[in-house]
């Protein structure tokens, strides 16, 4: 029995939830986000969302916390919006942006430049004396979770020093390297 999928997701004002044919679409005031669905039966009822499966198969037992779940998240988007926070820990490792493209230098011959989608906006932050921060924010959180993959991706936290673009808050297990 799925704890999660029984339980109903509230719409909050300005939220729009349309299902057709299997597609549920989702407006708020920040975008538009469609998903497809297959299995499960998705209803609108009195402000929730409630998410039923037909039967007790192993496929539709699988999926009915998933869907939740994702409505949640696509309901969550467009109404507050996801936002991921990067820190660059690093010497001489530098981010910054114009428009769309983010450049990094972190410590190899050239900067990476990376084209992001036009969804997610970008906005980098540089104190002195402090890490630079690279923050993303968007409706859409799978596109925000897989461009913070991405740029993590370009050079992960290693263990000795814990160098590396991290997310904020992350705690990075360190070892201890050799003693003489």
């Given at each position: 029995?799925?704890?999660?999928?029984?339980?109903?997701?509230?719409?909050?004002?300005?939220?729009?939830?349309?299902?057709?044919?299997?597609?549920?679409?989702?407006?708020?005031?920040?975008?538009?986000?469609?998903?497809?669905?297959?299995?499960?039966?998705?209803?609108?009822?009195?402000?929730?969302?409630?998410?039923?499966?037909?039967?007790?198969?192993?496929?539709?037992?699988?999926?009915?916390?998933?869907?939740?779940?994702?409505?949640?998240?696509?309901?969550?988007?467009?109404?507050?919006?996801?936002?991921?926070?990067?820190?660059?820990?690093?010497?001489?490792?530098?981010?910054?942006?114009?428009?769309?493209?983010?450049?990094?230098?972190?410590?190899?011959?050239?900067?990476?430049?990376?084209?992001?989608?036009?969804?997610?906006?970008?906005?980098?932050?540089?104190?002195?004396?402090?890490?630079?921060?690279?923050?993303?924010?968007?409706?859409?959180?799978?596109?925000?979770?897989?461009v913070a993959a991405k740029i993590r991706g370009f050079r992960k936290p290693e263990p000795y020093k814990g160098k590396g673009v991290k997310f904020v808050g992350e705690e990075i297990r360190r070892k201890a390297g050799k003693s003489?």
């Amino acid at each position: 029995m799925s704890r999660i999928g029984n339980n109903p997701v509230a719409i909050p004002e300005g939220v729009t939830v349309d299902i057709k044919d299997n597609v549920v679409t989702v407006k708020g005031k920040l975008g538009e986000l469609t998903q497809n669905f297959d299995t499960i039966e998705i209803k609108v009822e009195d402000g929730n969302v409630m998410v039923t499966r037909s039967s007790d198969s192993k496929d539709q037992k699988a999926k009915h916390g998933l869907y939740r779940s994702l409505m949640h998240n696509m309901i969550e988007g467009v109404s507050k919006g996801w936002t991921k926070e990067l820190e660059l820990v690093g010497v001489g490792y530098r981010a910054s942006n114009q428009g769309q493209k983010l450049d990094l230098a972190l410590g190899f011959s050239h900067n990476i430049i990376l084209d992001v989608a036009p969804e997610v906006k970008i906005e980098t932050i540089s104190e002195k004396g402090k890490n630079p921060i690279v923050k993303l924010t968007s409706f859409d959180k799978q596109l925000v979770g897989q461009v913070a993959a991405k740029i993590r991706g370009f050079r992960k936290p290693e263990p000795y020093k814990g160098k590396g673009v991290k997310f904020v808050g992350e705690e990075i297990r360190r070892k201890a390297g050799k003693s003489a």
